[in-house]
């Protein structure tokens, strides 16, 4: 019998090790190399027992925890205060206070330059000829002047083919491509219908979308939105935006999703209205810009902004608009927050568990990308996917990743 007890008292002994000694070091080895915090972060989680009261996170010696901004330093995590473990290089935000979101609001943007969307033959009297082949150019490419002449369209390009300086001449084009810029020779084709000089190419310059608000600065009234980039079906979503505009949206009703039928949001911009602020950047975190006429949007939460080292599996709420009421906020429980060591939009994976919003939606529905998720009264992410087997389930981006855009 003794020997009985003695083998449940080692077996205890090594099971409680593991869940409050073992697990929370890998917990804390398991964070990336890279990564930004706020200085509550570190608080919260020097006071969270995730980690145990013997795992401690700190900033270098010479650097207090005092609320102020600092471009780039070295967390260091610690066993019983002295032990090294890890040294984490982070980018250390502070914790400011940000309106909360959760309006349906509509995005009209203008590229950089025009994109390239596809190409044609150009008939001329020599037969059909395609310039873009020779010249090196590629779907998604941006072109962003013609000897030297910015382009905003098709009819700039147009105008400098066939302009008594250019016609008839290889022109130099100036093009970005994944961010770098570089000038390639192209020769243009006399249309043998239109007597003009053509390219043969098809171009785009603009878009329009439509997405959840999540954040507005309170110091300089910078938004963030949608949570991940505003999509285009010919543009992709690597492609810059020059300018834009941000409207408000009618909404128009709810289509409700289910199982491998994902719902959306009907709403429409009003565009007979005036913007109610400019869009400047569209990214793989969202789409960002500053908010000109804040009080059209009836902000009424406000919120401290949390890093990745606030959340935790457990319950939390997000800012939706879904009917006439406006913002309301609905429960959900986050499952699983992810280690990453470069940005991604699937950081939080969560769970919908309140009844009214699945009863009007059936969960994550298309046009909710960008809707705040708060954890003890931290603005800590966004809203971006949903499970297509599940809309019950859905993803989310760290807030830390979108706010320094």
């Known amino acids: 019998m003794k020997k009985v007890v003695f083998s449940l008292f080692i077996i205890s002994f090594f099971v409680m090790g593991y869940f409050y000694v073992v697990q929370p070091i890998n917990n804390a080895i398991d964070y990336p190399n890279n990564m930004y915090v706020t200085t509550d972060d570190i608080k919260f989680a020097n006071e969270s027992s995730d980690f145990a009261p013997f795992i ?4 270098a010696d010479t650097m207090a925890v005092n609320g102020e901004e600092v471009t780039a330093t070295t967390m260091r995590i ?6 090294p473990l890890k040294k984490v290089k982070v980018k250390l935000i ?32 020599e037969g059909s000829k395609e310039p873009i082949i020779a010249s090196g150019l590629q779907e998604g490419d941006s072109i962003k002047a013609i000897e030297g002449q910015e382009i905003k369209s098709i009819y700039d390009i147009d105008k400098v083919l066939n302009s008594v300086e250019y016609a008839g001449r290889d022109v130099e084009i100036t093009v970005s491509r994944d961010d770098e810029e570089f000038k390639c020779s192209i020769t243009p084709a006399l249309d043998i219908f239109t007597q003009k000089y053509k390219l043969g190419l098809w171009v785009k310059n603009s878009t329009s979308g439509v997405g959840t608000l999540t954040y507005v ?10 949570g991940h980039s505003l999509t285009d079906a010919t543009l992709g979503d690597n492609y810059k935006v020059a300018e ?20 959306e949001i009907r709403s429409t911009m009003k565009i007979s209205d005036d913007s109610i602020g400019v869009a400047d950047t569209n990214c793989k975190y969202g789409v960002y810009g500053n908010i000109l006429n804040i009080n059209k949007l009836n902000l009424i939460d406000n919120y401290c902004l949390g890093g990745r080292m606030s959340i935790k599996p457990g319950n939390a709420k997000i800012y939706a608009c879904l009917d006439d009421e406006g913002v309301k906020a609905y429960n959900i429980k986050i499952i699983k927050t992810n280690h990453q060591d470069s940005a991604d939009d699937k950081s939080i994976v969560f769970r919908v568990t309140d009844k009214e919003l699945i009863e009007k939606t059936g969960g994550i529905i298309q046009g909710m990308s960008g809707c705040p998720i708060i954890q003890n009264n931290k603005l800590v992410g966004a809203v971006t996917h949903v499970f297509i087997n599940d809309p019950t389930k859905g993803f989310g981006v760290y807030v830390d990743w979108m706010y320094d855009n």
Do not use: M, Q
């Open 217 to 226: 600065k309170k110091d300089n009234n910078r938004f963030g939105a949608v």
């Open 56 to 59: 401690k996170f700190g900033l």
């Open 78 to 83: 610690k066993l019983f205060g002295f032990l």
């Open 244 to 263: 834009g505009e941000v409207y408000l949206c009618n909404l128009l009703g709810i289509k409700k999703g289910s199982k491998n039928s994902p719902g």
């Open 94 to 125: 502070n914790s400011p206070e940000v309106y909360v979101g959760g309006n349906i609001v509509g995005f009209s943007l203008n590229t950089e330059g025009v994109v390239i969307v596809g190409s044609n033959a150009v008939f001329t009297r």
